[in-house]
């Protein structure tokens, strides 16, 4: 016989609770329904200290369950809407009995038989007669006797949530307190667990909240929280957190985590948004990992002006910053225009060794100055990082370079490209295709062409957009003898030109100098090369041939 000691601590029930809890995380065996079973079978939960503090960070969470749609509700009293299949306990909860916290009772003995049937009956499958079934046993639901039902690892949650169900309505003494409900938030939050279960565990656990909300906790909110995330039931952790209010629960650092993540993972990140400003406001900062996952969460839904906020509150918390998120959210703010200033004060925060291998954020930086604009900003700031690290590499240079060439500020562009080389780097091909690119947009092609030499003795091969980029603008020019050089020089140097290049020249040919034999030239050497020329072109030509044969022969009739 079991002796209840009803003055003993809740507290020291509750993490009781929580550690039998952990060690049941296995789905339970069906035993035949209706048979009696001794209870030497049904085993105890060995203890586990500190559940709820660890359970947030033990959890590993699926993001793969599509939710079942419900409205979230709109006051503290209206249900919200599971799928179909979920039984709420609404109505059977309203003449229950709930025990007030801290009340002593009297001990009453546990009528082994009775324990036994019962938990034969919860540990089955369920059926239509259950309810039944418990009128049959003749129950006698004190304390005692229903906790040791909902600390019984076998007892299957479905049945268990009947039980409940049934007892709160058919049984006046069946009183229900902290200890009690506990252990069937517990009970029912383990593996194997439905999303059917937790939502009618979540009405049942609401409904008893409602009228009694000092039975309630922040931290068995919590695990309610976290079991809807697991499920990939997001939007059904929001509703729990929008209910602390109401059952006068403060939300923890925890609570607010635990919505965002299940949120974010289910890619409602309109709502993780709306959690994570609420958070800020309440000075609540989940430790700097859990903030780190937010921030990146964030930054890979297109929302890093959102993910600076959540990290300048882990800088209030003057929490420790990782490192990989800090880096993530600077690349992420440099992709957007607005952001680029915000990113650029952040790499302030990078310092000492850690700076030396920052060369991505800060790359990602230099090329959101220069897009912006900014690209005495950029210059600034790739100086600093040749005095202070992290050591530029080329494509930091050529991010400059190619600012200051699209600005029209040519001298600028050379000194970067003198210190590119005395930092012992070699300009490549893109380097000098800018550089030349910049002369050319100015109308200074002797320069260019000085820069297309030197490229010329430093790289064997080059591209056909270096080419293209003087020949296209000796076209603008009229200068057609020099663009048909380069495009010549071009094939000589190893660069096959494409069929773009051969219909750009040609247009320009037929377009501005009348240069239909020319045209026909450069046709029949793509004929040779395997290329073919679209038709629009091809009839360009025989309209530019025409014209001129018209006009040559208007010209020797007037003669």
């Known amino acids: 016989m079991w002796r209840s000691v009803a003055a003993r601590s809740r507290a020291s029930l509750l993490t009781k609770a929580a550690d039998n809890f952990v060690a049941s995380t296995q789905n339970p065996k069906v035993l035949p329904s209706k048979t009696l079973t001794p209870l030497s079978h049904f085993p105890t939960r060995s203890p586990l200290p500190r559940f709820f503090s660890q359970l947030s960070e033990n959890l590993s969470y699926s ?32 003449s229950a009995e709930i025990g007030e916290v801290g009340e002593e009772e009297e001990a009453h003995e546990i009528d082994v038989e009775k324990l036994e049937g019962l938990l034969s009956l919860l540990s089955g499958s369920a059926d239509g007669s259950l309810e039944s079934s418990f009128r049959d046993l003749d129950l006698t639901l004190h304390e005692d006797f229903v906790v040791k039902v909902v600390e019984t690892p076998v007892v299957v949650g479905e049945n268990l949530i009947r039980f409940f169900k049934w ?12 200890q009690i409900l506990d252990g069937v938030v517990l009970a029912m939050c383990g593996e194997g667990v439905t999303k059917e279960d937790m939502y009618s565990l979540w009405d049942l656990v609401k409904r008893v909240g409602e009228n009694e909300s000092n039975l309630l906790n922040v931290d ?38 635990v919505a965002i993540e299940g949120l974010c993972k289910s890619g409602d990140f309109d709502c993780a948004k709306s959690v994570s400003e609420k958070m800020i406001e ?76 920052a060369i991505k954020p800060f790359s990602a930086v230099v090329q959101g ?16 990082m040749t005095k202070e690290g992290p050591p530029p590499g080329n494509a930091v240079f050529n991010s400059v370079i190619n600012g ?143 014209l001129q044969t018209e006009k040559v022969e208007c010209e020797q009739i007037v003669a």
Request: charged share 30%; net charge negative.
């Open 63 to 94: 993001d793969t369950a599509e939710p079942p749609p419900f409205s979230v509700a709109e006051n503290e009293n209206d249900d919200f809407a599971p799928g179909d299949g979920v039984a709420g306990v609404s109505e059977e909860l309203g």
């Open 167 to 178: 007892g709160l309505k058919e049984k006046p003494e069946f009183r229900v307190n902290r």
């Open 220 to 257: 068995i909110l919590n695990v309610l929280m976290s079991s809807f995330t697991k499920l990939g039931e997001g939007r059904a952790a929001l509703v729990v957190l929008s209910k602390f209010d109401g059952f006068g629960c403060v939300p923890s650092a925890d609570s607010y985590y």
């Open 282 to 357: 309440a000075r609540s900062s989940p430790d700097a990992e859990k903030v780190g996952r937010i921030i990146s969460w964030f930054c890979k839904a297109g929302m890093a002006k959102d993910a600076h906020s959540v990290y300048l509150l882990l800088k209030e918390e003057k929490q420790c910053r990782p490192s990989s998120s800090v880096y993530f959210l600077i690349s992420s703010l440099s992709r957007e225009d607005e952001n680029v200033k915000l990113a650029l004060d952040l790499l302030e925060e990078i310092t000492g060794e850690a700076r030396k291998y």
């Open 369 to 384: 100055l220069c897009r912006i604009k900014d690209v005495d900003g950029a210059r600034k700031l790739l100086i600093q």
């Open 404 to 546: 200051y060439s699209k600005a029209g500020d040519m001298q600028d562009a050379i000194e970067m490209l003198k210190l590119m080389e005395s930092r012992g780097l070699k300009p490549d091909v893109f380097t000098y295709t800018v550089i030349m690119s910049g002369y050319a947009k100015g109308g200074q092609m002797e320069e260019a062409c000085i820069i297309l030499s030197e490229a010329k003795k430093k790289h064997a091969k080059l591209t056909p957009v270096t080419y293209h980029t003087l020949i296209s603008s000796f076209c603008k020019l009229e200068q057609f003898d020099r663009a048909l050089e380069l495009f010549h020089e071009m094939k000589d140097f190893g660069v096959q030109p494409t069929t773009d290049e051969y219909n750009k020249l040609i247009q320009s040919l037929c377009l501005k100098a009348l240069d239909w034999e020319t045209s026909e030239k450069l046709l029949e050497e793509m004929r040779n090369s395997g290329l073919y020329l679209n038709g629009i072109t091809r009839g360009l030509i025989r309209a530019v041939k025409e």
